[in-house]
C-alpha cells in the first residue's frame, strides 16, 4: 500500500468509522499529511469533531471549506476532489489500527529527520544541535495507546493473571529490607531514605548502587552533591572491601586486578553524572537517560538521585514565588511521573527537620520542607543514629510508609555499618530483639536500654570481592 492510499483510507475511515476514529485520532498530528490539501481535509476534521463530538459528513467537510481564508481557488477545487473520493469501504479494523499506526511512526521518523537537517544547516533558529537526540527519540516513541481502561467484568480474567504474575523487582542484599518490600523495590516507584547530615543517606544509595550492579542491573547515579569521582569512590571502597583510606595507598596493579574482578562478576554498567546543587530537573534526567540510550546504549534498571531536596523543578523555576510545600512536592511529583515514564526504580533521600537531627524516634513530621514528599513517595524510611549505635557500629531503620507491605511489620530493624569501606550488612538476630515488631507499633522509646548485641560482618578486613 502506498502512503498517498493509506492518506486516503485514514480520511475515510475518519468520517466512517466511528470506533476508529475514536481510538487513532489523539495520535494523528496534522503534520502527517505531506499532501497540504490533504492536511487541510485532516483539519476540518478534527475542527468539526472537536466542537460537535460527532463524525463529519462530507457535506459538512465542504461547507467547512467555504469558509476558510488561507487556501485559494486552485487548492478549493482540489480539496472538494479529496473530499469527493472519500467514499465508505469495508476493511479489517485490526488491520486499519495496523497500518495508520505505521504510518504515523514513519511519518514521525521522516519529519524528525527534516527538523535535524533544518537544526544543522541553521534554518531552525530557536533549537540547537543537542535538541536532535530528543527529537529523534520522540519520534522512535511514537506508538498507539488503544486501551480505554479496566473493564471490571470483562478484563477480569485478565486481572487474575495480573494477581498471579511475579512483579519485576530490584532486590536488597540486606534481609530485613527484602522482607518490608516483599523481595525488593518494584518498577515505576519512587523510594526516599531520610536522615540528618552525616548519617548515611549516600552511604545507603552508595551501597545499593554498588550491591544492584553486582547483581548485573545497570545503575544510573545522578549526584548533586558531590563530585562523580567521590561517588566512584565510595563505591569502589564498597566492592573492593578496602579502607577509603587504604584505597588511596593501592598499587595501580591491585587496583586494576580489583577492576578486573569486578568486571568478571558483573555484566551491568554504573554510570555516575554530576550537576551542579539545584540547577538539574527531570528535563536534564531525561535528556541524560535519552543520550546515554543513543551513546552508549545505555537503559538504566535503577536510578538513584542523590539527593531530591536539591534538585530543581521543571514546573517551577528557581526563582517562582512558591512555598517549599509546593516546590519540593513538584520535585517528587516530577521524580515519581519519571519513574514512571522510564519503568524504573528511583532511590532518593531527604534531610531530617532541626529536631529530626537529635531525635532517636524520627517520624515523617520530622521531613524538612515539604511534607508534600512522603504523600508522593511509594517507599519511605528514616536512618537513625545515636552514639550508643555508633560505638557498635550500627544504624537503626525506621519504616515510615510502605506501599509494598503492612508498615507496622519490622517497623524498625538494625543494620549494621561500616563507614570506613561504605557498607551495610545484615547482623544476628540477637541485635533485633526489642526492635522488630511483630504486628505492632512500638510506641516506647527505641533506644531506651535496649541491649544491642552480636554486631557480626559478613565481610572480614581486606577479604576478597564481594558476590
Not at 527519540?137 to 471490571?152: E, K, N, P, Q, T
Not at 554498588?210 to 545522578?222: D, R
Not at 595507598?249 to 586494576?256: G, N, T, V
Not at 545505555?298 to 530543581?312: E, G, H, Q, T, V
Request: charged share 30%; proline share 3%; glycine share 4%.
Amino acid at each position: 500500500m502506498s502512503t498517498q492510499t493509506i492518506e486516503r483510507t485514514t480520511l475515510t475511515h475518519l468520517i466512517y468509522n466511528e470506533d476508529y476514529t475514536r481510538k487513532v485520532l489523539p495520535f494523528i498530528k496534522p503534520e502527517y499529511f505531506a499532501n497540504r490539501n490533504e492536511r487541510v481535509v485532516f483539519e476540518e476534521i478534527e475542527k468539526f469533531l472537536d466542537k460537535y463530538n460527532s463524525l463529519p459528513t462530507k457535506e459538512t467537510l465542504t461547507i467547512g471549506i467555504d469558509n476558510r481564508k488561507d487556501i485559494n481557488d486552485e487548492d478549493y477545487k482540489k480539496v472538494v476532489d479529496i473530499i469527493s473520493t472519500l467514499d465508505k469501504t469495508e476493511v479489517d479494523l485490526q488491520w486499519l489500527h495496523d497500518e495508520t499506526e505505521k504510518f504515523c511512526k514513519d511519518k514521525a521518523i521522516y519529519n524528525a529527520v527534516l527538523d535535524g537537517i533544518s537544526i544543522i544547516d541553521g534554518k531552525d533558529k530557536n533549537r540547537t544541535p543537542e535538541a536532535i537526540p530528543s527529537i529523534l527519540s520522540d519520534a522512535l516513541a511514537v506508538s498507539f495507546d488503544l486501551s480505554v481502561g479496566h473493564d471490571y467484568v470483562e478484563d477480569g480474567l485478565d486481572r487474575y493473571e495480573f494477581y498471579h504474575k511475579k512483579e519485576v523487582k530490584i532486590p536488597f542484599d540486606l534481609d530485613y529490607f527484602n522482607k518490608i518490600t516483599k523481595g525488593g523495590l518494584p518498577q515505576k516507584t519512587l523510594n526516599i531514605a531520610l536522615a540528618g547530615t552525616g548519617v548515611g543517606k549516600s552511604l545507603f544509595m552508595c551501597h545499593m548502587a554498588a550491591s544492584t550492579l553486582m547483581q548485573g542491573k545497570n545503575v544510573l547515579y545522578i549526584t548533586l552533591e558531590m563530585a562523580e569521582e567521590r561517588i566512584a569512590e565510595r563505591i569502589d571502597a564498597n566492592l573492593m572491601n578496602v579502607t577509603m583510606d587504604d584505597l588511596h595507598s593501592l598499587p595501580k596493579k591491585m587496583f586494576e586486578s580489583y577492576l578486573t574482578k569486578i568486571n568478571k562478576k558483573t555484566n551491568g554498567k554504573l554510570i555516575v553524572k554530576e550537576y551542579p546543587t539545584a540547577s538539574a530537573h527531570v528535563g536534564n534526567f531525561r535528556s541524560l537517560i535519552k543520550e546515554l540510550a543513543l551513546k552508549r546504549s545505555f537503559k538504566p534498571d535503577i536510578i538513584f538521585i542523590d539527593y531530591l531536596n536539591i534538585c530543581a523543578s521543571s514546573r517551577f523555576k528557581g526563582n517562582a514565588n512558591v512555598g517549599s510545600y509546593f516546590y519540593i512536592k513538584a520535585i517528587a511529583e516530577e521524580l515519581r511521573g519519571l519513574a514512571v515514564e522510564t519503568n524504573v526504580p528511583i532511590m532518593s533521600a531527604t534531610q531530617t527537620t532541626r529536631g529530626g537531627f537529635v531525635s532517636s524516634d524520627i517520624g515523617l513530621e520530622d521531613t524538612s520542607e515539604s511534607f508534600g514528599l512522603p504523600a508522593t513517595a511509594d517507599l519511605m524510611f528514616a536512618l537513625i543514629s545515636t552514639e550508643e549505635l555508633e560505638d557498635l557500629n550500627q544504624i537503626c531503620v525506621k519504616q515510615l510508609k510502605n506501599r509494598y507491605n503492612d508498615p507496622t511489620m519490622n517497623k524498625r530493624f538494625i543494620l549494621g555499618i561500616d563507614r570506613a569501606k561504605m557498607r551495610l550488612y545484615d547482623v544476628e538476630q540477637e541485635a533485633q530483639r526489642d526492635l522488630v515488631d511483630s504486628g505492632q507499633i512500638n510506641e516506647e522509646p527505641v533506644f531506651d536500654n535496649t541491649p544491642f548485641a552480636g554486631k557480626t560482618s559478613k565481610y572480614d578486613k581486606f577479604s576478597d570481592i564481594k558476590v
